[in-house]
C-alpha cells in the first residue's frame, strides 16, 4: 500500500522539531496567519466541513466541539483552549512522537483553534513521565513567543493569545478532559460531573475546548490546504490522515500513519504481520479499554464508524496484537490491574467495580476460579456500565466483557483446571520484555 | 438581581411527575431534592443540601425520560413536564448494583460500630441491597486514626464510602480545608495532613454528614447504641445564636448533641462548643438538694422547707432595713417564662435594683458557610425585653455598688450558668449582705455564700423558651430529669413568689412555661403576638433522613426480588 506520510512525514529528521525547520520545510504558521485573517464561524466552519473527528479516543467532531462554546453575550469572560497531550492509553504512543518531532504542528493548530473559540489562554497538559517531549514544547513555545506567534500581538494582527505548558503528575485519569480540568485547575484529578459540560463551563469556570495532539496537528492542513482536500484522504467513517500505533506480537511493532479508515490486516501487514510465523489470536483496535477483535474478525476499516459497527471502537488508536500462544486470561488480568490501578476512585461502581473484577480474574488465573465466577463477572461488568461520572468504569468494563464472551471456552478451561493450560514464557509478559 | 428576585427565583416551583404522580419541586434543586421533600424515596449518599453537589455515590439514580442513560438525581434539574421514573426494576436493578458495589469493601462490622441504628449504607442496604454477597475476594485494608490532637473525630477508614461530604464540608462551610480523600480507586479514604489536623471548632459537623460510620465522634464512641435512645428537640444554651438541636439522652443521662435544620438560624450545623458543653449537666460539684447555712454550720431541709425560709428571710431584711434594702441578680442562662416570673418575684421583693449575671462575651467567630457568635449567653434579648435594656447592660454594677454602700441588705441571685466566673471582688461583697439566697445549678463560692441555697435546673432538664441575638423565640425542651430533688426553675420560681406573698408553699400549683408564655404574649411588650402553639413547629427547610421502610413494608417480602 503506497501511502506518503503527513502528519508523520518529518519523525526521524533531525532537526524537525525546530521552528525554522517547519516554516522553511512545512510552510509553517501559515494556515495560522491564514485562519487569523478568517472570522471564527469560517473557521469553525472549514474544519467542520473537513469532518475531522478528534483523535483522543471519543471520535467527536472537532468543529462542531468548537460550535459549541457560547457566545460571549451569554457567557462573559475569558475562554480557554486546552491541548491534551497527557497521552496514557495503554498501546498508544503517537501524540508523544508528534510532541517530540513535529510541535509546532501543534502549536499552530493550538493558535487556529484559540481563534476559533476567542481564547486568549492555552495550555498543553503534557503527561508527567513526558519529561524530554515536555522540554522540547517548551522550547517550541518560547521560539513561537519569540517570533511573535503567542502573546499580545499574535502575527501583528492585535489577537492575544498565551500559551502554557502545564506538566501532569502520572494519572491516566487526567487524560479525561475534566479530569484534566481539575488537575490544570490545582484540584485533584477527579472527573467533573456533566452537565455543564467544559465548553460552556470548563477551565476555570469558563468555557472551554479540550482537543488532542493529534487533532490539533491536523487543523492546520485543514485551513493550508482545504477542507476538500483533508477530506479526500480516509473514508467517511473517518476523514483525513491517521496515526497507528501497533504493538504486541509483530515483527515490526511501531507508528504508522494510513488514511483513516486503512484495513486492519493490512495495517498488521505494514508491520511486518505476527511475529516468529505464529497465527494471529486477537487485536485490541483502539487502546487498552476497546474491546477485543478475534483474528477471524479483523477484516474491518481501522475508522470510528466501522469500528463501531464491528462493535469495538478506534479510540486511541493503539492496535495492540496478541498470538496465538497468549492466554487471553492473563492478558485481560493485566488490562484490569491497569484499571484498578488508575480509577481515581470517586464513583462508587468503578471504584470498587474496577478492584472486584481485577481480583476476579487474577484468581481465574492463578487456579482458584470457582463456577459461577464468569457470571458474577459478567454482571459486575454490566454493573460499571453507564453510571459513572466519566467513562473509565466503561472502559474497564468493556475488555472484561468482550474478553469474557468471546474466549469464554478459555476461561472455563482455567476454571476446570485449577489454573492456567498457557505457558508463562509466552503470556503476555513476554512479548513486553 | 435584587433580593426581591432572587427570592422569587427561589421560591419559584415547578411542575414533574415522579412514576406518573405529579409533584411541584423547587425550580432551583436537582430532582432528588425536589423528589425527597415531596415524600418520595430516593437512596443517597453523597448529596447533601447544604453542602456543593458531587454526583459521586451513583445511588440516586432515576430514569429521565428523553435521556438514554440513567441520570443521577442529585445533579439533575427539573424542567416543567418532566417525567422521573423511580420506581421501576431498572431503576431498582442499577441502585442494587450500586449498593453491592458499596458493601464489597466494606467491613460490614456494624455490631461494633457506632452508626448502626442510625447508618444510611445499613438502612439503604435493608431496603435496595442484595441479600446475597458474591464477593470472593480479599477485601481493602485502610487504616484507623484519631483526626486531630485536640478533635473529636475519629476516622475508620475501611468504612468510608468516599462520599466526599466531609471534604466538601470543610472546604465550603469551614474554609479550612482539612479534610482530603487520599489515595486512588478502591484505596482511597478520607484523611488528614500530619501537620493538619482536623481541629476547626465546627469539626463535629462532620461526624454528622458522614452518611457512615467512617467519622465517628470519640465522645460517643460505645456510648449508648442510638435506638435505646431518648431524644428532645431543643435550643443550644452556649451562645446567643440559638442552634436548633437534638438532645439525645440514654437512662436519664445527656449522651451527645446533634443540630437539627433551621435555615433561619443554623442552616444544617452547629458549633463544636455547644455540641460538646453538656457534661456540666453531671459533673461534680453539681447541686442536687437545697441547703441552709447558720454560720458554719449546713443543713438539709428539705426543698419545699428551704424555700419557706428563702421567702421568709427575703421578707424579714425588708421589714427591717426598709425601703430599697432587696435586691435581685437573675443571669442571661434563663428562660423567658423564668424571667418574667423573676420580675415578679423582684416586684414583690420591693428591689430597686436588678441586675443579671452573664456569661462571657467573646469575639465572633465567622467562617465562610457559620458564624459562630461572642456572646455566650442564650437570652441576653428575652432578658432584655422582660427586664429592660437598664436591668441588663447596668443593673449588676448598681447592685453591687448597692451593696458596697450598705444600702441592699439581702439578696436573691440566680446562677444557672455553666462554671460561673464571677466579677472581681464580687464573692467578697457577697459575704457582707445579711441575707443571701443563691438558686444555682453548681457550687461555686457564690453558693458557699447562701443562706438559703436553691438547687437549680439545667436548659436540659428544663422547658421554656431562649430569644437569640436576632430576636427570634424558640422552645427549650426538658430532655433528661433534673438531680435529686431539684425542681426546675420556673416552678421554683413560683413558689417563692407565692411564699413571699403568703399562700403555704406545699399547697401552690405553680402554672406551665406554657401559661407563663400567654402571660409574656400578653404582659411584656417584646412578646405581643408570640403563639405558643407556632413554637412547636420545626425549623425552616429540608431534613433528609434515610427511611428504610416508607409506607410499610413492600409487597412480596423484606428483600427487594
Known sequence: MSFDPILSRRFGTPGSHTIDFYEREDRGYQAARKALGMTAAQVIDEVKKSELRGRGGAGFPCGQKWGFVPAPKDVPGPRYLVVNADESEPGTFKDRALLWYTPHAMLEGAIIAAHAIGAESCYVYIRGEFAREAVRVGEAVREAYAKGYFGRNVFGTG???????????????????TGLLSSLEGGRGYPKIKPPFPAVKGLFGQPTIVNNVETLACVPLILDRGAEWFKSIGTPGGTGPKLYCVSGHVERPGLFEFPCGVNLRALLGAAGGVWKGRRLKAVIPGGSSAKILRADETDVAMDFASLQKAGTMLGSAGVIVLDETTCMVNALWNVLRFFHHESCGQCTPCREGTGWIEKLVGRIERGGGKQGDLDTLLDVAANMQGTTVCVLSDAAAWP??????????????????????????????GALA | MSAAQTAAQAAKRVRITVDGKEVQVAADRPILHGMLEAGVEVPHFCYHPGLSIAGNCRMCLVKVKGLPKLQVSCNTFPKEGMEVVSGDEEVARARRAVMEFLLINHPLDCPVCDQAGECWLQDSAYRHGRDVGRFREEKVHKHKKQMGDLSDVLLWGERCIACSRCVRFCEEITGTGEISLVGRGDRVVVDVHPSR??????????????????????????????????????ICPACSKGCNIRVE??????????????L?????????????????????????????????????????????????????????????????????????????????????????????????????????????????????????????AAAVDGGLARVVSGIASGKVKGLYLHCGIPRFDPPEGFARLLATSEFLVVHATHRSVLTDLAHIGIPGATSFEKSGTFTNAKGLTQRIRKAVAPPGEVEADLAALQRLVAAIGGP?????????????????????????????AALDRPGRGPNFLPNPFPGGPRAGGVFPA
Open chain 2, 197 to 234: 489536623p482536623l481541629t476547626n471548632p465546627l469539626a463535629g459537623n462532620v461526624v454528622d454528614v458522614c452518611p457512615v460510620g467512617a467519622l465517628v465522634s470519640k465522645d460517643f464512641l460505645y456510648g449508648a447504641r442510638v435506638w435505646f435512645m431518648d431524644f428532645a428537640d431543643s
Open chain 1, 159 to 177: 489577537r492575544r493569545i498565551e500559551m502554557t505548558v502545564h506538566r501532569g503528575a502520572g494519572a491516566y485519569i487526567c487524560g479525561e478532559e
Open chain 2, 249 to 262: 439522652s440514654h437512662q436519664g443521662a445527656v449522651k451527645r448533641l446533634r443540630p437539627r435544620t433551621n
Open chain 1, 400 to 429: 472484561a466483557e468482550s474478553y469474557t464472551l468471546k474466549f469464554r471456552d478459555e476461561f472455563e478451561e482455567h476454571i476446570r483446571r485449577k489454573g492456567c493450560p498457557f505457558k508463562k514464557e509466552s503470556a503476555m509478559a
Open chain 2, 264 to 388: 433561619d438560624v443554623n442552616g444544617y450545623w452547629m458549633c463544636d462548643h455547644g455540641r460538646f458543653d453538656f457534661k456540666y449537666v453531671a459533673e461534680e460539684g453539681r447541686l442536687d438538694r437545697a441547703w441552709a447555712r447558720d454560720g458554719d454550720r449546713v443543713n438539709y431541709p428539705g426543698y419545699a422547707e428551704a424555700l419557706e425560709k428563702a421567702a421568709r428571710g427575703l421578707a424579714e431584711v425588708g421589714r427591717e432595713f426598709g425601703d430599697g434594702a432587696l435586691a435581685a441578680l437573675a443571669d442571661l442562662w434563663m428562660t423567658n417564662e423564668e424571667l418574667l416570673v423573676f420580675r415578679d418575684l423582684a416586684a414583690r421583693l420591693g428591689a430597686k435594683e436588678v441586675g443579671v449575671l452573664a456569661g462571657p462575651l467573646k469575639e465572633d467567630e465567622v467562617f465562610p458557610g457559620f458564624t459562630i457568635l461572642g456572646d455566650k449567653n442564650p437570652n441576653r434579648e428575652g432578658a432584655r425585653r422582660i427586664l429592660g
Open chain 2, 504 to 532: 403555704a408553699v406545699a399547697a401552690f400549683e405553680p402554672l406551665s412555661d406554657r401559661a407563663i408564655q400567654r402571660r409574656l404574649a400578653s404582659q411584656v411588650e417584646g412578646f405581643a403576638g408570640l403563639d405558643p
